[in-house]
């Protein structure tokens, strides 16, 4: 399983654009790169899911280098109601596809 | 569509009880999955399944059982309640074509609060 290391918290205004990255070095070909968003008492939801290159919806952007060894979750202009724990996950069939959860990133967002 | 089901929300245990978390779903997903979170830390996977009559330990096994009778259900079982155990339990789905294929995002429940004392 592709382990992943991500900063333990982050802090940020209102209206700025957070950027959170994830380094994935052991990534294997097949492996997808995912993040999830937990608030408090619920279960993590998922935020968006890429391959390589850059995936974007109406929550967030992702970008992946061509050695796919890293990625960068992108939200823009954040709100208070972004405060959250942000999960990266590298999911495949390496390992049986066992969707391994790391400690996460506290993102705080002050206004 | 409901999604996950997770029913009890909250449960306290005496030490040396026993329990079963239920946990459904109705979106015809062939993976299901437990987790536990103890406070203020990540998620743990306990079981995993890839469908019915198929399970498979997690990262966190010791103390737990699993079946998986049916797509829809994914039960998890407590047999002897140790304070260790004390965490909220998620339960989660998701899709997958199979190995070296796409594997959808999981769906979590929202919880059960577990409190062994």
């Known amino acids: 399983l592709a382990k992943t290391t991500q900063p333990i918290s982050m802090d940020s205004y209102e209206g700025q654009e957070v950027n959170i990255t994830c380094s994935h070095n052991n990534i294997a070909t097949n492996d997808y790169i995912t993040w999830y968003q937990q608030f408090p008492s619920q279960g993590p939801r998922f935020i968006i899911q890429?391959?390589?290159t850059k995936v974007t919806n109406e929550v967030a952007s992702l970008f992946i280098p061509a050695d796919r060894k890293s990625s960068t979750l992108s939200l823009p202009r954040v709100s208070l109601s972004d405060t959250a724990v942000y999960y990266c996950?590298?999911?495949?069939?390496?390992?049986?596809?066992?969707?391994?959860f790391g400690a996460g990133t506290r993102l705080f967002v002050k206004a | 569509n409901a999604g996950v089901t997770q029913t009890p929300k909250f449960r306290i245990l005496k030490i040396g009880q026993s329990m079963t978390l239920q946990c459904t779903q109705d979106?015809?997903?062939?993976?299901m999955y437990w987790y536990r979170q103890d406070p203020g830390m990540g998620l743990k996977l306990i079981y995993y399944s890839v469908g019915a009559g198929i399970t498979d330990k997690g990262e966190v096994p010791n103390g737990y059982n699993v079946s998986r009778s049916t797509t829809e259900d994914f039960p998890l079982r407590l047999e002897l309640a140790a304070p260790s155990q004390t965490s909220v339990y998620f339960c989660?789905?998701?899709?997958?074509?199979?190995?070296?294929?796409?594997?959808?995002?999981?769906?979590f429940g929202n919880g059960t609060r577990l409190t062994v004392t």
């Open positions: 979106m015809n997903h062939n993976y």
């Open positions: 890429g391959y390589k």
């Open positions: 996950l590298v999911v495949g069939n390496t390992g049986g596809f066992k969707t391994i």
């Open positions: 989660a789905s998701s899709y997958s074509m199979g190995a070296s294929m796409y594997n959808s995002p999981l769906h």
